[in-house]
C-alpha cells in the first residue's frame, strides 16, 4: 500500500507499512479529532464525512452501475430522434464519438483528482481549493445548471408518456408533473443508501433493456421478422447519411453534450461512498465501456432502425416519440409502443432519482463553502440536505413550459441552455486537474501516490480543456446564419453570464487571484477507505472472479 508524503515533512512513509501503524499514522484517524466530531454531532458510527456531514454509504456496486447506466434517460432513449432528424445517422455516430472521446478525457482527470481528494463535491470543489472561490462558484452553479435542465427534460418525457396513454385527457400535463415531483421529493429525503440501492438495480434493469434492443435491431435490419424484408443501412442512402450537411452535425453536438452529461457524476458520489480508492478508479475506467455499449451503439442502431425523415419522429403531438418504440412500430408490432413506453418510464425514474440526487449535493456543498446560502448546506441527523433537495426538485418544474409550448418545443429550449454549460464545466474539470497536478510538482509530490493515474497526461487535460473552449463557442453558431435572436441568446447568453458569476464572487470574497500552489495544504481532503478489509480481499481475488463481478 503506497502512503502518502506529509506536507512540510521530510519523512519517508514506508510502502509495505502495516494497515494498524498506518491508521496511527494518518491524519484523519485521530482520535481526539474524531472525538470532537462526534461531540459536535458531524460523525457517528455510520460514518459521516466530517466536513460536509455527508453519509458514506455507497457501495462499490453501486458507483460501479451509476457509472455505467446510471444517467441514461430521456435524453438518449428519446431526446435523440429530435437530433436524428436534424442531423440524420451519420452526425449521430460523428458526434458520439467525438464527445465521447472528450468525455473519456474528462473521466480520466476526475478519476484521477477525485480518488486522491474524495471529500466535498468532487470537481467542483478541487476548482475552489485549487483556484478559487470564483471558478468554484462558476463551476457549481453551472452544474447544477446543467443538472436542473436534465431534471426539467426527465419530467417532460414523464409527462409525455402518460399523456400518451391517456388518450382521454383526464389528467392535464401539469398534473402528471406535479405527481411525480411529490414522489420523488418524499423518496429522496429516505437518504442515500435508498438513492444508491434503487439506482443499481435500476440500472442494471436499464442495461438489459438496451441489450434487448440490439438483439431486435439486428434481427429487424437483417430480415429475420416476418414480412419485413432485409434492408440493412438502407436509411443511409436514402434519405441520406447527413440530412443538413455541416450545420447538422454541428446543431447534433449540443444535443449530445447534453446526453453525455452524468458521466461526471460519479465524482460527486465519492463524498458519499464507503471506498473512493477503489470505486472511483473502477468506475472511470467503465467509462469506456459505458461511451461504447450506450452511447456508440445507439446512434448506430437508431440511424439504421429508423429513417431520418419518417413521418412519426416529425410529429406534432405534444408527446416525444423514442426511435426504439418507432422501429417497433415500423416492424409490424403496433402495440410495441407501450412496452417501450413502460421501458422509457423506468428509464426516466432512474434519472430523474440521479438528477435530484447530484444537484441537490452540488447545492450542499456549494452552501457549505459560503458560496450559496447557509441554510441549503443543513442535513439532518441521516446526512439528509432537506432543502436542497427541495429546490433542486423546484427548479425541475422548469418542465411546465411543456404546457404551453409542447414537449418538443420545450425540449429544444432547455437542451440549447444546459448545452454551453455542460461545456463550461468539463472545461474547469480539465483545467483544474492542470492545476492539481502543477501542485503536486511544486510541493514536490510523487505521482505514483495517486490511487488512479490519468493516461496520457498532460496531452489529454489540454485537449479537454481545449476542446471544451472550442465547442463552447462554436455550438451555437447555426443561429447566426440565418440570424435567429431567440435562438442566438438561448446558444450563448450562459457565455458572459460566467463571467458575471466569477465577479460577483470576486467582488464578495474580496480575492481576485488564485491561490499560490505552493501553499496549499496538499493532505487536505485525503481519507482513508471505511471497508479496508473488503477492499484488500478485492485485490487479492483471482483474476476471474474479477472479470465476473465486472460483468
Known amino acids: 500500500m503506497v502512503l502518502f508524503k506529509r506536507h512540510n515533512n521530510t519523512e519517508q512513509v514506508s510502502s509495505n507499512i502495516s494497515l494498524q501503524e498506518f491508521e496511527t499514522k494518518t491524519p484523519y484517524n485521530d482520535d481526539e479529532a474524531i472525538l470532537n466530531d462526534q461531540e459536535s454531532g458531524s460523525v457517528d458510527d455510520e460514518k459521516f464525512d466530517s466536513q460536509t456531514g455527508s453519509k458514506r454509504a455507497l457501495k462499490n456496486r453501486h458507483l460501479s452501475l451509476i457509472a455505467l447506466a446510471g444517467i441514461i434517460g430521456p435524453g438518449i432513449l428519446v431526446g435523440a430522434g429530435i437530433a436524428l432528424i436534424k442531423g440524420g445517422p451519420l452526425a449521430l455516430l460523428i458526434a458520439v464519438l467525438i464527445i465521447g472521446v472528450i468525455a473519456y478525457s474528462i473521466m480520466t482527470s476526475i478519476g484521477e483528482m477525485v480518488s486522491v481528494y474524495p471529500s466535498g463535491n468532487g470537481f467542483t470543489t478541487l476548482a475552489r481549493r485549487f483556484h478559487s472561490d470564483s471558478l468554484g462558484a462558476v463551476s457549481g452553479y453551472y452544474y447544477v445548471i446543467v443538472w436542473f435542465c436534465v431534471l426539467s427534460n426527465e419530467y417532460n418525457t414523464l409527462s409525455s408518456i402518460m399523456t400518451y396513454w391517456d388518450d382521454e385527457g383526464k389528467v392535464p400535463i401539469y398534473g402528471y408533473i406535479l405527481l411525480f415531483w411529490f414522489g420523488f421529493e418524499i423518496f429522496q429525503l429516505l437518504g442515500v443508501e435508498a438513492f444508491g440501492e434503487s439506482e443499481y438495480w435500476l440500472a442494471l434493469f436499464k442495461i438489459l433493456g438496451l441489450v434487448a434492443y440490439y438483439i431486435f435491431s439486428i434481427i429487424y435490419i437483417s430480415g429475420g421478422i416476418k414480412n419485413r424484408p432485409a434492408f440493412g443501412f438502407h436509411y443511409w442512402n436514402d434519405p441520406g447519411a447527413l440530412t443538413n450537411g455541416f450545420r ?36 472511470v475506467r467503465q467509462t469506456t465501456y459505458r461511451i461504447l455499449f450506450v452511447y456508440v451503439a445507439i446512434a448506430i442502431f437508431y440511424g439504421v432502425t429508423v429513417s431520418s425523415d419518417d413521418s ?23 402495440n410495441g409502443t407501450h412496452l417501450v413506453n413502460a421501458f422509457i418510464l423506468v428509464t426516466c425514474l432512474s434519472a430523474v432519482n440521479s438528477s435530484i440526487y447530484i444537484g441537490s449535493r452540488t447545492i450542499t456543498n456549494l452552501a457549505t463553502e459560503g458560496l450559496a446560502p447557509k441554510f441549503l448546506g443543513w442535513k439532518d441527523k441521516r446526512g439528509v440536505p432537506i432543502f436542497s433537495i427541495t429546490l433542486m426538485n423546484a427548479l425541475g418544474l422548469l418542465s411546465l413550459m411543456n404546457v404551453s409550448t409542447g414537449a418538443a418545443n420545450a425540449y429544444n429550449y432547455i437542451v440549447n441552455i444546459s448545452g454551453v454549460a455542460v461545456f463550461i464545466v468539463w472545461g474547469i474539470i480539465s483545467y483544474t486537474h492542470i492545476r492539481v497536478r502543477q501542485a503536486w510538482k511544486i510541493q514536490g509530490y510523487d505521482i505514483s501516490e495517486l490511487p488512479y493515474r490519468s493516461n496520457l497526461y498532460p496531452w489529454i ?4 480543456l481545449g476542446a471544451n473552449v472550442f465547442l463552447a463557442l462554436v455550438q451555437g453558431w447555426t443561429s447566426l446564419s440565418p440570424f435567429v435572436a431567440a435562438d ?64
Do not use: C, H, M, Q
Open 248 to 283: 447538422g452535425i454541428a446543431t447534433v453536438f449540443v444535443y449530445f453534450s447534453t446526453f453525455f452529461s452524468g458521466t461526471e457524476a460519479v465524482a460527486i458520489t465519492a463524498n458519499e461512498a464507503k471506498n473512493p480508492k477503489v470505486a472511483i478508479p473502477r468506475a
Open 312 to 334: 412519426l419522429l416529425k410529429s406534432d403531438e405534444r408527446a416525444l416519440k423514442s426511435p426504439i418504440g418507432i422501429a417497433i412500430v415500423r416492424a409490424g408490432w403496433e
Open 488 to 551: 442566438f441568446v438561448d446558444s450563448y447568453i450562459l457565455l458572459p453570464f460566467s463571467f458575471v458569476v466569477y465577479g460577483v464572487v470576486a467582488l464578495i470574497k474580496k480575492n481576485w487571484k488564485p491561490v499560490d500552489l505552493g501553499e496549499i495544504d496538499l493532505d487536505e481532503g485525503r481519507r482513508r477507505d471505511i471497508d479496508i478489509e473488503d477492499e484488500e480481499e478485492e485485490l487479492n481475488e483471482p483474476w476471474f472472479k474479477k472479470i465476473y463481478k465486472n460483468l
Open 461 to 464: 487535460a489540454y485537449f479537454g
